[in-house]
């Protein structure tokens, strides 16, 4: 069981506890222990059970429930208190800007047990009376609900990745004369799935898997497995650009019109077509072309990892370089920079880069772009740094102009040098704010400052359907893994999934570059 799922646990009971006014000091003590288990930096299941007590949070009377939990996969607390609880009630906890104190008033003042009666509500305006309320927060909420009504049966590619995996395995172990194809948006590898297709052929027998996402298998002929494979790996746009009725081969099919052959992937009935008569497949990004990692909180913010631990982490893997870039002073909720806290944090960095030979450990900052769109920190601090990540984390309900006008007067700050998750979208959890792309892909042009895909599958942003245009304006692409653990660098993969999605070649990635042309980019400006 993860450290994220443990915490999950404990992170809930707190949350039902407080929705029946259980005592506050008890409420708090399951919200820290969720808090501190989720922050833990080695895998709890793993350690030995005499040391629970070194988790801090982690008192004697939670002790027992944690060994319960880990011996059982069960928490009876937990379980009475959803026992005393209506399904529709905890579902209500989800909802985006409403705690348990709010569910609370909704289900015992409106006598409301669901996110389809909530709904219902905010249409009649009956929120807008109840104590803490008001039109705004009715608002939220009812975006909230349609959001996640819409994405309800939606999973991140992600979290279904390992069961295509485990299906393609265990078809070829137990039929290991027949054929499985994962098709679909599965195989383009869409960023969301609602469900994972497969088709087959000389199969006797295909797995059961208990998983909420559903899962098809279609058995087909011998001899038109390829062509199946083809035409149901590719959107109806892209299938329209191409003669399937001369299908001999997937290379033939492309060769016919004059392209390279086009990745799966990219399969969209966009842009790729135009992409093909200019790159080769070999041409995308790939994960072994990524000589560096920007974009990564150490344990001077958030992170769970020391700077050390994870630039000695990285070096072990091959990689170049290293982009430290911390949260700045105010993201205060996320243990922002104060400036002693920087001074100390470049004395280190120093140390390390005496110490790591030809790795380089870079001094960054992820600093936030006030509402008026300036940077954290005084002119003096910001160019101690080696590189800026300017992002969005506060004020996030704007219009598109509003949003708009504070990226592109941070980009046009001469210290911005990346610019971090343009949207601030969580894929599946919220929206991200509307921006003009165009309108901010310009300004990173004409200020070569580079755009941020951050990698992780929760975010994903830029979308990788705006990559066309950015390679169009020669904006460079920093897939970043927003690492606040060792473990977050395997989202690298994920970034340059999405990346190759929308045909990012080598040339386009920031941080693909070696050490010295990256220095250079970064002194432009």
């Known amino acids: ?64 429930k944690l060994e319960e939990l880990l011996d059982t996969g069960r928490m009876l607390y937990l379980e009475d208190w959803i026992d005393k609880t209506p399904k529709g009630v905890i579902e209500m906890l989800g ?27 905010c249409n009649e305006n009956r929120l807008v009376d109840l104590k803490g309320f008001g039109e705004k927060t009715q608002a939220q909420v009812k975006a909230s609900i349609e959001f996640m009504m819409e994405h309800k049966h939606s999973f991140h590619y992600a979290t279904v990745e390992p069961i295509i995996n485990e299906v393609i395995h265990w078809v070829i172990e137990k039929n290991p004369n027949g054929k499985i194809a994962v098709v679909g948006h599965a195989a383009r590898k869409s960023l969301t799935l609602e469900q994972i297709d497969f088709i087959t052929c000389g199969v006797s027998e295909v797995p059961e898997i208990e998983h909420k996402i559903s899962i098809s298998f279609d058995e087909v002929d011998e001899f038109v497995f390829e062509l199946e494979t083809f035409k149901r790996s590719a959107t109806q746009e892209h299938l329209s650009q191409i003669n399937i009725d001369a299908f001999v081969s997937e290379d033939k099919v492309y060769s016919d019109l004059g392209v390279s052959l086009i990745p799966i992937e990219m399969r969209e009935g966009l842009s790729e077509f135009q992409w093909a008569s200019k790159y080769e497949p070999s041409d995308l990004i790939t994960v072994e072309d990524l000589m560096g990692c920007l974009h990564n909180h150490s344990t ?193 993969r994920f970034g340059v999934m999405a990346a190759r999605k929308g045909g990012l070649v080598k040339e386009f990635c920031l941080n693909a570059l070696p050490i010295n042309d990256l220095m250079n980019f970064f002194a432009k400006k």
Not at 98 to 121: D, Q
Request: aromatic fraction near 10%; charged fraction near 25%.
């Open 300 to 492: 001077y913010s958030d992170g769970i990892h020391s700077l050390r631990q994870m630039a000695e982490y990285l070096k072990s893997t091959g990689y170049q370089y290293f982009g430290i870039s911390d949260h700045s002073k105010t993201a205060v909720y996320a243990g922002g920079l104060r400036l002693d806290e920087v001074e100390r944090q470049h004395e280190e960095i120093e140390l390390l880069n005496n110490e790591l030979g030809a790795f380089r450990v870079l001094k960054g900052i992820e600093s936030d772009i006030l509402t008026n769109g300036d940077l954290d920190y005084e002119k003096d601090i910001l160019e101690s740094f080696d590189f800026i990540v300017a992002s969005i984390h506060s004020a996030m309900k704007m219009d598109e102009n509003t949003a708009t006008s504070r990226l592109i007067k941070a980009v046009e700050n001469p210290y911005t040098k990346i610019l971090g998750h343009p949207t601030g979208r969580l894929l599946l959890s919220r929206p991200g704010y509307p921006i003009d792309y165009k309108k901010v892909i310009d300004a990173c042009a004409s200020n070569e400052v580079a755009i941020e895909l951050n990698a992780n599958p929760m975010r994903l942003d830029i979308d990788w359907k705006w990559i066309p245009y950015c390679m169009e304006k020669e904006v460079m692409i920093s897939i970043n893994p927003d690492a606040h653990r060792i473990e977050g660098f395997d989202h690298m």
């Open 1 to 64: 069981m993860e450290n994220k799922e443990i915490a999950s646990y404990f992170k809930l009971c707190g949350q039902l506890m407080e929705l029946h006014e259980e005592n506050k000091f008890k409420v708090r003590s399951y919200a820290n222990a969720s808090f501190q288990i989720g922050k833990f930096p080695d895998l709890i299941e793993e350690i030995d059970p005499d040391c629970y007590g070194t988790i801090s949070g982690l008192g004697d009377n939670l002790i027992p």
């Open 95 to 121: 909802i985006k800007g409403i705690g348990p104190s709010k569910v609370r008033l909704i289900w015992k003042e409106l006598e409301i047990e669901s996110t389809g009666e909530l709904l219902y509500a």
